[in-house]
């Protein structure tokens, strides 16, 4: 007798009507053979990948972990604690000093067309939209203007989180970071890294100019940078330039209290905040400098060609 399958309404229909077709089934020679031929394929397919990632891990360039195997190995390690969505906001808790950043809803618009391509951990790299030589010289000259003003206190470095760029430090921190560096451009691709009030990071993020840096989640990941890192997208057009500037300007601000675009004569102000941004962050100081050295071999220098 045919076998019988139940259908939907509980009646009984043979189970050839269902499948007209005879079901192969795998013998055991069958078996083995497909066996053997994934105990071969596996590793070579494993291999393949491990050489293509590697290769687009060297492809980033210099940056803050070294272009090895090693290295390699460590940033592979690194993303288990990297951020699901670098596009979600930093939360700004309630008890948190000052609530408000240096920017306003105002100071920026939404950044017209599409998200950049961005990869990588350390080094973190926008892969498409990148600065062409004009406008990355552009950018490098304004902050070369910001810093050239004494009133600032700001100062040139090799930058302690990239290792192999130049860096923009202040020399009166209160917020603390990797030795009181604020910033630092990407010769490659005309991006930048720095720290930002919570609140100045939400508005970045949600106007499109970023994304957070994919370890900064805070806690044993301070380590590597601040809670409150990000990237900001490189500028296409010298209108972009300019709205860079402003957050460049909050950067400064979060970490050294000075406000750059304050007073025109005399000594610059510091915030009205500055007190309590020093007593937000006080003991949350990223030890990256402590624990893998400031210095570099070859520094990529901020005017580097795009």
Same mark, same amino acid.
């Given at each position: 007798?045919?076998?019988? =399958?139940?259908?939907?309404?509980?009646?009984?229909?043979?189970?050839? #009507?269902?499948?007209?077709?005879?079901?192969?089934?795998? @013998?055991?020679?069958?078996?083995?053979?497909?066996?053997?031929?994934?105990? %071969?394929?596996?590793? %070579?397919?494993?291999?393949?990948?491990?050489?293509?990632?590697?290769?687009?891990?060297?492809? /980033?360039?210099?940056?803050?972990?070294?272009? #090895?195997?090693?290295?390699?190995? $460590?940033? $592979?390690?690194?993303?288990?604690?990297?951020?699901?969505?670098?596009?979600?906001?930093?939360?700004?808790?309630?008890?948190?000093?000052?609530?408000?950043?240096?920017?306003?809803?105002?100071? /920026?618009? $939404?950044?017209?067309?599409?998200?950049?391509?961005?990869?990588?951990?350390?080094?973190?790299?926008?892969?498409?939209?990148?600065?062409?030589?004009?406008?990355?010289?552009?950018? =490098?000259?304004?902050?070369?203007?910001?810093?050239?003003?004494?009133?600032?206190?700001?100062?040139?470095?090799?930058?302690?989180?990239?290792?192999?760029?130049?860096?923009?430090?202040?020399?009166?921190?209160?917020?603390? #970071?990797?030795?009181?560096?604020?910033?630092?451009?990407?010769?490659?691709?005309?991006?930048?890294?720095?720290? %930002?009030?919570?609140?100045?990071?939400? /508005? =970045?993020?949600?106007?499109?100019?970023?994304?957070?840096?994919?370890?900064?989640?805070?806690?044993?990941?301070?380590?590597?940078?601040?809670?409150?890192?990000? /990237?900001?997208?490189?500028?296409?057009?010298?209108?972009?330039?300019?709205?860079?500037?402003?957050?460049?300007?909050?950067?400064?601000?979060?970490?050294?209290?000075?406000?750059?675009?304050?007073?025109?004569?005399?000594?610059?102000?510091?915030?009205?905040?500055?007190?309590?941004?020093?007593?937000?962050?006080?003991?949350?100081?990223?030890?990256?400098?402590?624990?893998?050295?400031?210095?570099? @071999?070859?520094?990529?220098?901020? #005017?580097?060609?795009?």
């Amino acid at each position: 007798m045919a076998d019988l =399958v139940k259908d939907s309404i509980g009646l009984k229909t043979p189970l050839e #009507t269902l499948y007209p077709f005879p079901i192969p089934m795998l @013998s055991e020679a069958h078996i083995h053979i497909f066996t053997a031929v994934l105990t %071969l394929l596996l590793p %070579l397919a494993t291999a393949f990948y491990i050489h293509y990632d590697y290769r687009a891990f060297l492809s /980033l360039g210099p940056g803050g972990t070294p272009s #090895t195997p090693l290295g390699y190995l $460590k940033i $592979k390690l690194l993303s288990i604690l990297c951020l699901r969505d670098p596009l979600r906001p930093l939360p700004i808790p309630p008890h948190f000093r000052p609530q408000k950043g240096y920017l306003n809803d105002g100071t /920026l618009l $939404k950044r017209p067309g599409t998200k950049p391509v961005v990869q990588g951990i350390a080094p973190q790299r926008q892969q498409t939209q990148k600065s062409d030589r004009i406008v990355y010289a552009r950018l =490098v000259a304004k902050i070369k203007e910001v810093a050239r003003d004494p009133r600032n206190c700001l100062l040139e470095r090799t930058s302690c989180f990239e290792k192999h760029s130049s860096g923009l430090f202040t020399s009166i921190p209160i917020t603390r #970071t990797c030795r009181g560096e604020i910033c630092h451009a990407h010769p490659s691709d005309g991006s930048m890294h720095m720290t %930002l009030h919570p609140a100045d990071a939400k /508005l =970045v993020l949600e106007n499109g100019w970023g994304e957070r840096h994919p370890l900064a989640r805070g806690g044993w990941c301070r380590r590597f940078v601040p809670k409150e890192f990000v /990237l900001i997208y490189a500028p296409r057009d010298e209108i972009e330039v300019d709205i860079m500037m402003r957050i460049v300007a909050a950067s400064i601000w979060w970490v050294s209290g000075i406000d750059v675009n304050g007073d025109e004569d005399g000594p610059r102000r510091k915030s009205a905040d500055v007190a309590a941004v020093s007593r937000a962050m006080e003991g949350n100081e990223c030890w990256a400098c402590n624990a893998h050295g400031c210095s570099g @071999s070859k520094v990529e220098k901020m #005017t580097g060609d795009a």
